[in-house]
Structures are given as structure tokens and as C-alpha cells.
């Protein structure tokens, strides 16, 4: 809960976020009592003339139930109500052929959700990978045959024998040769880098411009907001239709602008839209919030399904980095999502490859024993870039946050696209698309490629070119996606993180080639490498700095590794993407525990508590609820000694998300909780409805009636919105059971009892600042045991 001046029991504030919306609304935590009976009901002592009471929740009151934005869902109660639902079709389908028939369909009905997610998702990865491939083209030339041809569909029927001298066919032609006629003179070069840089701004610029007049939820990755709405979290408008196409459009204009950003988080962000929307036409899933969440579960697995070709990728990233509730069944269905959605991408054939895979290798060489001690190099420096990015780019956008940059976010894209273009086009390899920059980098030299970096005849010093090229480009890549990611434009991380760690890995793969060319006769290389034999692979070494990169910045492990195999095709090289994506995880860890994702979800406020940390601290429920005993006691309602008039006072003082109801003010004999939503629109429902009610009208949480005098207004009775059975601890709990309590089962609170009275209450916000409390302190004693045992082996040394 937020604290209010002047309320009613003090709450710690909550971090929150500086959203330009609207601040966190309250959350209140379930507690623990023991239930003590109340006694039976009469039905005979009541006057005949006194007034009827209704019980309002006899009839379907719209809003009961349902959650305010900005707030976290009951799993408990949504679990509980698709149980009474299945219950009852259950029962309903052994009497009843049309039931029986309503109950194979019911059941059927998820399998034929996954269908249309795939395809839906798939289509538009499809789209979305041809336009950004064309329009990316654009910025250098258009093609003579057709202006719809990229750069390689126009050169495809080129009679050239080697792909550099495709590249140059007669068909494409530059924007200079276009208006001026020439391509040879300095002046062109100018002429050429002019409309790169226009062709780029033009695309930020409309990009930015979209998504803040029509859906301001559409710019980021997303992933961070996923995770957080699959924890349990509401966030209403942000998987909406107004958001699918505006990030769908923005998502190209932002790829083909040049931006360091890539558009693999974004599809995740564009399927879990998708599965939104189609949740609508399936009553199951439109009125369930928690089996909402495994269909978002399982459209996260086919967001990265299309965005890398990668099914069993996708499945594993939604299972270890996304979902926060993840059945056996939610598998299955998360498979067949992204096998289906992989099929539909590859019916499509964006890639133009007849594969459904991205960067597919071909490597002849298989790597050495001894090449572990390099591909664990390339995951230490994936582990430190990792850190590095995370504390950069967090650092950059709490300047963004808390500063008048932040007011100005069309400026600060054009700007970031400025730098971008002008410094990226002088240099070859940062001038084309990451994509294609990750493809040349991954692919082994063959014999009809003129690439500069195959150039090894010494004659033209192509290589050397190359790699001093390739080292301004590592640094210029590392620096700028800092600044990138977070702008107010669609934009993903795993595309640049693979490029850093390719351009890395390549560098160090042509250094390794280089010292085993001229020491192949020293003992270390006489074993396995002959001379003029090919014992080094470099694209090998490219792929391995890609994935230790990546898993340095998101901290994947397994689903990393499928991914990339998947992505390149190449399984014999299991094990060294195996131990550099461990080597940079131990090594990210070490330095920050949180990855990319985590470390956004708390710069926003967002409400999660993250289910892979560990709680070590020796403290108790006491400790951490609220309001502490030397503060003022908590708001409670009582069962029935309260009018319509003092509950809406309560109301309005406080910002409570919920209050327990107690049989006296003096027992403090916990009964039950009662949500703020719904005990607002049973109010207002009551006075629509319900005959004579006013202000002096009696609130009663009980199931019988009350004596009440002839004259006497009518009560409200709201029994049905109590939860008879919240969840409670005592005070003397540890945390590490009531942190448990919490992730296994989903709550939102947790009320504390002591001796069986009410004491407090326990809310999601306070475990989990603890929690991170714990995991700041935590952090620093492993980092001075990390530094220790560096300076003892560098002494030892």
C-alpha cells in the first residue's frame, strides 16, 4: 500500500514508477488467521414487517470481480473459479448431449487458439522481415527491374560469379549512380551518405511519431512488461489492437533506420498482442485472467519461435526467462503455438534461403579440445559486457527518467539516429544491417567469396582492413546500443548482443587462425594442425562470442543455447556454446545478479518478485508488515456494526486495496477480506438498485439477518464479495516461508495474526523490496569474494 497523509495506518512507499500515466494503485496482502464461528442463524426471530433485506450478489453485478489497472489479479481466486467452471461442465455434459458437445469444444477451444496464434504471429513476422529487408535497402539504392526488389532479390539474377561481384550487378543502383550517372568520383560518396542519413531520420522520425500520438506502449522491447503482466500484473491497453499495429509499423521504419536495435523482443511484445485479442472470441480465456496468462505463456514461445526460427528455442526462453506460471499443459500448447507459427514463417520465406533458419553455417573443420580455453575467453568477455550494458544502459535511462531529457523523446531519437547514420556509414560493416553483418561474420570462407574478411593473399591487405574495421566497429556497437535500447521507439536487444559477441568472436577467431598459421610446428598446434591445413574456424569463434553476449546481457542458459543452435544449424557445436554461455552467466552473475529485463521491470516499479532468487535473511512476518505495532492500527471493517455512510468515509480516506472485516472493533476476530473494487461497486450498485437504501443504511457481512426495527432503512448485505478463507501467518513466520507463499501460490497479500487476532497486514511490494534488500547485500559479498580470489591467483601467478 502507498502511504497517505492523513489515512488511516502508515505504509512505507513503494518505489514506484514515474509512468506519465498515473501512479501504482495499492496492493494489499491476504493474511493468516485462524476462522473463529460466529454462531448459527435464525430465521424465526425476525419481525414480519420489517424490511426484506436483498443480497445484491444474487444477482451478476458487472465489475465484481474483475481487476483496476495498474493492479495484480487473485491467482487463487481465478484458479478457483476455472475449477467451479470445468466442475460444472463436467457435470452439466453427463446429462446432456448439447452440454457434451459444449464440453468438447470447451476443451478443444485452446488447441484451436494456439492454431490462430501461430499463424496470426507467423504472417506478420513474415511481413515484417520483408518490408524491413526492403526498406533497409532503400537507404543505399533502389533496383531498375522493380522498386518492391531488395538488393539481393534485384541481384538474384545477376550472371556474376562471386557474391561481392553480385552485389554490384547492374540491376541495383545507388541513389548517386541514379541522379547523377556516376559511381566512381569522391563527390558520390558524399551524395550517397546524404541520403543514407535522410532515408534514416525519415524513418525514425515517423516511427517516434507513431508511437507516441497512437500508442505509447508500442516503443521498448516489451519482454520486461511481459514478464511483469505474466507475474500477475495489469497493465490494460499495453497487448491491445491500437498497440499490435503501431508497433507492427514502427517495428520496421525502427529496423530499417539503422538503429543498433533488433526486432526479436518486439515480436515477442507483437505475438503476446495477437494472443490478447484472439483471447476475446474464447469465453474461457476472456474471463479468466490466469488462463489468459498461459495463452500469453505460450505466445512468448512464438514470438522468438518467428523472430529466429527457432521453436524449441522460443518454448525453453518462455519457460526459464518469461512465465511466472507454466503447467505441463501450457508446454504442449506452447509448442504446437511455435511449431505452427515456424511453419507459417517458413511458408512465407522471408530469409529468401528456402530455410526457416536465420544465419545458417556450413563448417568443415571441427573445432579441438584446446579451443576451450578461447571460447571460455569469449564467455568472460560476454559476462563482463553483459554487466557492463546492464549498468550503462540502466544508468542512461534513469537520466532519461529523471531529467528534462525524458520530455523530449522525439529529439533524443533523432538524434541517436543522427549519430548513428553518420558514423555508421564511413565503415562497411557498420553500415549494413546487423543481420547481414552477423551472417558474414558467422560463415566459414569459401572458395568463390571476395569478402575482405577471406583476403588472406597478403597482396591487397584486405584482412588487416577487415579487422581494424571490425575493432572500430565492435567499439562503435558497444557504446551506441547503450544509448539505443529504451528509446521511445520499438527496440530489441538480442540482435545487437549477438553482433558485439560476433564481431568479438571473429576478431579472436582470425587472431587464433593467425597464431596457429605461423606456430603450426610448436608442440601446442603439431598435434592437430598441419601446415596449410584450415585448423581454425573463425566463424565458429563468431558464433560463441554471439551466444556468450547475449547470455551475458539476458542471462539465458539452456533456451540459449537451443536458440542458437537452432539459429545456425550447427549441432555439433553443442559443447563450446555450452561453456562460454556458462562462463558469461558465472561471470554477469558475479557482477550483477539481474539480467537486462529484471533490471528494467525495478527502474519501472513494476511489482515482481522473482521467483529464481533466494531469501537468506533470519527475518520474521513482523518485520515486514504493515503497519508495524508502533503504528497506527490498521482499517478494518467490522461484520456488521458499520453504515453505508462510515464505509464510504473508510473509502474515501484511504487507498487500500482491501480490508479485512473483524467481528468487533475490540476482538479484532479476523472474519474475512473484502476487496476495495468490489466493495465500491457493490455500494454503488446497492444505491441503483436496491430500494430505501441511504447513508445510515447497515452494512452486513453476514448471512442472516439481523433484528431491525420496522422503521428502520433497509441494509446492504455483502456476504457473497467476503473471502472467508484468506491467507494467513503469524507474526512469528520467517520470511523465507512467507516469500514461498507468495511465489508458489500467486498472492497479493497476506494477513498477520497473533494469539488468533488481527495484527496486520503483509502486501507483495514489502517481500519483495526485502527480497531485493537481500540480494543488494548479497551482491556485495560475492563481489569482495570474487576480488579476492582474483588478486590470490594474480599473487599466485
Given at each position: ?16 514508477s514515474?509512468?506519465g ?10 493474511s ?5 464461528p460466529?454462531?448459527?442463524c435464525?430465521?424465526d426471530w ?20 474483475t481487476y483496476?489497472d ?13 475449477r467451479?467452471r ?12 448439447v452440454?457434451l ?11 484451436l ?10 504472417a ?5 522481415d520483408?518490408?524491413a ?6 537507404k ?10 531488395n538488393?539481393?532479390h ?5 550472371n556474376?560469379?562471386t ?7 547492374p540491376q541495383?543502383k545507388?541513389?548517386a549512380?541514379l ?13 550517397n ?7 534514416a531520420?525519415?524513418f525514425?522520425?515517423l516511427a517516434?511519431?507513431?508511437v ?16 511483469t ?14 498497440t ?5 509499423i ?5 529496423v ?7 526486432k526479436?523482443g518486439?515480436?515477442?511484445h ?11 472470441f474464447?469465453?474461457k ?7 489468459r ?5 505460450a ?17 525453453l526462453?518462455s519457460?526459464?526467462e ?11 500448447r ?12 517458413r ?56 531529467t528534462?531529457?525524458?520530455?523530449y ?8 539516429t543522427?549519430?548513428t ?29 571476395s ?12 584482412l588487416y582492413?577487415?579487422m ?9 556497437k558497444m557504446?551506441?546500443t ?9 527496440s530489441?536487444?538480442f ?5 558485439v559477441?560476433?564481431i568479438?568472436g ?15 610446428e610448436r608442440k601446442?598446434?603439431?598435434g592437430?594442425?598441419?601446415p ?11 558464433m560463441?562470442?554471439?551466444?556468450a ?32 554461455t556458462m562462463?558469461?552467466k ?12 529484471e533490471?528494467?521491470?525495478?527502474l ?5 518478485l ?6 537468506r ?15 497506527p492500527?490498521?482499517?478494518v ?20 486495496s ?19 473494487r468490489?466493495?465500491?461497486?457493490s ?10 437504501v ?9 448471512e ?14 455483502l ?16 520470511m ?33 523490496l ?6 543488494v ?12 580470489v582474483?588478486?590470490c591467483?594474480?599473487c599466485v601467478?
Open positions: 500500500r502507498e502511504h497517505t497523509p492523513g489515512a488511516v495506518g502508515s505504509y512505507i512507499q513503494y518505489p514506484g514515474n509512468w500515466f498515473r501512479a501504482l494503485q495499492p496492493w494489499v496482502l491476504r493468516v488467521l485462524c476462522f473463529v460466529v454462531g448459527g435464525k430465521a425476525r419481525p414480519s414487517n420489517s424490511p426484506k433485506l436483498i443480497d445484491l450478489m444474487d444477482y451478476p453485478v458487472p465489475g465484481i470481480g483496476e495498474f493492479n495484480t489479479i487473485d491467482w487463487v481466486r481465478e484458479k478457483s473459479k476455472d467451479d470445468h466442475r460444472e461442465i463436467t457435470n452439466k455434459s453427463k446429462h446432456s448431449t452440454a458437445l459444449f464440453s468438447i469444444s470447451d476443451a478443444f477451444s485452446g488447441w487458439l494456439m492454431l490462430l496464434i501461430g499463424l496470426m504471429s507467423g506478420l513476422a513474415g511481413g515484417i520483408i518490408a529487408h526492403w526498406m533497409t535497402d532503400l543505399e539504392g533502389v533496383c531498375l527491374n522493380g522498386f518492391w526488389f538488393h539481393e534485384c541481384c538474384w539474377a545477376s556474376e560469379t557474391f561481392q561481384e553480385r552485389d554490384k550487378c541495383w545507388t541513389w549512380e541522379m547523377v550517372g556516376v559511381s566512381e568520383q569522391g563527390s558520390v560518396n558524399v551524395l551518405h546524404f541520403m543514407y542519413v535522410s532515408w531520420l525519415l525514425a522520425f517516434v511519431i507513431l507516441r500520438a497512437f500508442a505509447p506502449y508500442a516503443c521498448g522491447s516489451g519482454i520486461p512488461e511481459i514478464k503482466i505474466l507475474s500477475g500484473f495489469i497493465i490494460r491497453g499495453y497487448l491491445g489492437k491500437w499490435l499495429i503501431i508497433k507492427t514502427t517495428l520496421v521504419l525502427a530499417s533506420s539503422g538503429l543498433s536495435l533488433g526479436e518486439p515480436l515477442v507483437v505475438a503476446c498482442c495477437c494472443a490478447n485479442i484472439l483471447c476475446h474464447f469465453t480465456y476472456r474471463r479468466n485472467e490466469a488462463k496468462r498461459e495463452v500469453l505463456s505466445a512468448s514461445a512464438v514470438g522468438v519461435s518467428v523472430a529466429f526460427g527457432a521453436p524449441i528455442g522460443g518454448v526462453f519457460l526459464e518469461v512465465s511466472y506460471y507454466f503447467p505441463l499443459k501450457t508446454l504442449w506452447s509448442f504446437f503455438a511455435a511449431l505452427v507459427a515456424a511453419f507459417t514463417l511458408s512465407i520465406n522471408p530469409f529468401g534461403n528456402s530455410r526457416l533458419v536465420l544465419f545458417y553455417v556450413e563448417f568443415h573443420t571441427p573445432w579441438h579440445l584446446l579451443e576451450l580455453i578461447p571460447f571460455v575467453l569469449l564467455g568472460i568477455f560476454g559476462g563482463l559486457w553483459g554487466a557492463f550494458f546492464i549498468h550503462a544502459n540502466i544508468a542512461w535511462c534513469r537520466l532519461r527518467k529523471n528534462r531529457l525524458g520530455h523523446p522525439v529529439i533524443e531519437v533523432l538524434v541517436v543522427l549519430l547514420a553518420l558514423l555508421a556509414f564511413p565503415i562497411e560493416y557498420t553500415r549494413m544491417s546487423s543481420s547481414e553483418l552477423i551472417s558474414e561474420l558467422f560463415n566459414d570462407c569459401g572458395l568463390l567469396d569478402s575482405k574478411l577471406c583476403d588472406y593473399s597478403g597482396n591487397s591487405g584486405g582492413t577487415a581494424w574495421q571490425l575493432a572500430l566497429a565492435l567499439v562503435f557504446l551506441i547503450v544509448a539505443t535500447f529504451g528509446i521511445k521507439v520499438p530489441g536487444l540482435i545487437p548482443s549477438i553482433a559477441g560476433a568479438a571473429r576478431l579472436l577467431g582470425v587472431g587464433m587462425e593467425q597464431l596457429a598459421v605461423h606456430n603450426h601446442i598446434f603439431r592437430w594442425c598441419s596449410g591445413a584450415d585448423c581454425i574456424t573463425p566463424g565458429l569463434y563468431a560463441v562470442g554471439a551466444a553476449c547475449l547470455g551475458g546481457v539476458t542471462r539465458m542458459t539452456v533456451s540459449l543455447v537451443v536458440i542458437m543452435f537452432e539459429l545456425t544449424g550447427g549441432l555439433e557445436y553443442i559443447v563450446p556454446l555450452m561453456a562460454a562462463t558469461s558465472w561471470v554477469a552473475d558475479a557482477l550483477s545478479r539481474e539480467s537486462i529485463y533490471a528494467h521491470i525495478r519501472n516499479g513494476y511489482p515482481f522473482e521467483a529464481k532468487e533466494e531469501f535473511h533470519k527475518t520474521l512476518a513482523t518485520d515486514v508488515m504493515r503497519p508495524r505495532q508502533s503504528d492500527p490498521l482499517s471493517l467490522t461484520q456488521s456494526g458499520m453504515s453505508v455512510e462510515e464505509v464510504e468515509r473508510l473509502i474515501a480516506d484511504t487507498t487500500y482491501g480490508f479485512p472485516v473483524v467481528i468487533s472493533q475490540q476482538s479484532q476476530r479476523l472474519v474475512g477480506f473484502v476487496l476495495r468490489d466493495l465500491v461497486i455500494l454503488e450498485n446497492a444505491r441503483r438498485h436496491q430500494e430505501g441511504v447513508s445510515v443504511s447497515a452494512v452486513l457481512f453476514t442472516c439477518d439481523p433484528p431491525v426495527s420496522p422503521s428502520a432503512p433497509p441494509a446492504v448485505k456476504h457473497n464479495i467476503l473471502d472467508l478463507s484468506p491467507f494467513t501467518v503469524t507474526v512469528h513466520t520467517p523465507e516461508i512467507v516469500v514461498d507463499i507468495f511465489r508458489k501460490l500467486g498472492l497479493r497479500q497476506c494477513l498477520v495474526i497473533q494469539n488468533g487476532r488481527l495484527e496486520t497486514h503483509t502486501h507483495l511490494e514489502h517481500v519483495a526485502n527480497l531485493y534488500a537481500n540480494i547485500s548479497l551482491m556485495h559479498m560475492l563481489t569482495r569474494t570474487i576480488c579476492s582474483i588478486v591467483l594474480i601467478s
